[in-house]
């Protein structure tokens, strides 16, 4: 394989620039070509194409976002969009593609592969929702995002004796509020996986409020529900002033955190590897300490598994 191909797709995720830099390197030094394609899927449509080189990825590992631009095409959703797209890559010599993104991102992968261009997938969203990997690329640097937001309205909560329900990302996936949640010492999370008792958290917040807890907050994933009915249901039954917070797109910016460097960096490094084997519809993840890689298909097709004892554990450390 001498021309690969590289492109972020979907929401972007802290890391993506990791590994943009370590596959761009690695197929340099591997004596291959490599070409950017900007603004995802839609950039592809468009022919919006560039030869990379070692100083297109120079001092962007430490950055968030994606150098290359991210953006959705309704064109490329369609059979007949899918096959002009595998038509362009092969106008452009592009043999090989490595496309970065969710489940959504994967689908569009895998039609390319479906088509004759070989492709390999590595997981970059924020909201951990990719059931095969262990972790995707973008959430740990959100999680750190939301803990360090739950700790500064900690501080304004206790002062004016409020809670606050605080609106995360990740689509129908709890993980964000979870994790973020616990690290940050939320006194209740509410996520999709698990339904959740108003009664619960209105006895939480006024055993708190008992042995003189100034404040209550409330991690929520955004595929709950309306974080103002939870927060005026909350307020009308306590009498305690409960605020929403919705973090927005917030979570997704920032510098990548260390571990977010280093998947992004070595699942990079490795899409190419495969690529270089001639490997296709693959995606690379991380379980159990290591690399993986598994078919595009089971990627798509793996259900997120609910932390089940860590979600017990944030729910016995909050009383």
């Known amino acids: 394989m001498k021309t690969i191909g590289i492109l972020t797709s979907g929401g972007d995720a802290p890391g993506m620039n990791s590994a943009i830099r370590a596959a761009v390197r690695t197929a340099l030094n591997s004596g291959m070509r490599i070409k950017g394609i900007r603004n995802g899927y839609d950039g592809l449509m468009k022919g919006d194409i560039y030869e990379m ?16 631009g991210t953006a959705r095409s309704l064109e490329f959703k369609g059979k007949k969009g899918q096959e002009r797209g595998a038509q362009i890559l092969t106008d452009y010599g592009i043999e090989g593609l490595i496309v ?11 039609a390319l592969s479906d ?10 969203t924020i909201d951990n929702d990719m059931g095969y990997t262990d972790f995707t690329i973008g959430f740990f640097t959100a999680m750190e995002t939301v803990s360090d937001a739950v700790g500064k309205l900690r501080d304004t909560s206790s002062s004016h004796g409020r809670a606050v329900v605080i609106e995360v990302m990740g689509r129908n996936c709890g993980d964000l509020a979870l994790f973020s949640g616990l690290a940050g010492g939320a006194e209740s999370i509410i996520v999709p996986e698990h339904e959740f008792s108003i009664d619960d958290i209105i006895e ?8 003189g807890k100034l404040h209550h907050l409330i991690t929520l994933a955004e595929g709950v529900g309306d974080p103002y009915s939870v ?12 605020k929403v917070t919705v973090l927005g797109h917030v979570q997704r910016g920032g510098s990548p955190s260390t571990v977010d460097r280093l998947l992004g960096s070595t699942m990079g490094a490795r899409a190419v590897e495969l690529l270089q084997e001639e490997k296709t519809g ?10 993986i890689e598994v078919s595009i298909d089971e990627a798509i097709n793996s259900k997120s598994q609910f932390n089940e004892k860590l979600y017990s554990l944030a729910n016995n450390l909050s009383r």
Do not use: C, W
């Not at 088509?115 to 970059?124: A, E």
């Open 282 to 291: 693959l995606a690379i993840g991380y379980a159990n300490g290591k690399l």
């Open 204 to 211: 939480k917040m006024e055993h708190g409020k008992k042995r």
């Open 231 to 242: 927060a005026n249901e909350l307020e009308e039954k306590t009498g305690i002033e409960t």
């Open 100 to 110: 970065i993104g969710g489940d959504g991102s994967f689908q569009g992968a895998k």
């Open 115 to 124: 088509l004759g261009i070989k492709t390999v997938g590595i997981p970059g």
């Open 53 to 68: 080189n070692v100083s297109s990825v120079a001092d962007i590992i430490h950055k968030g976002g994606t150098i290359l």
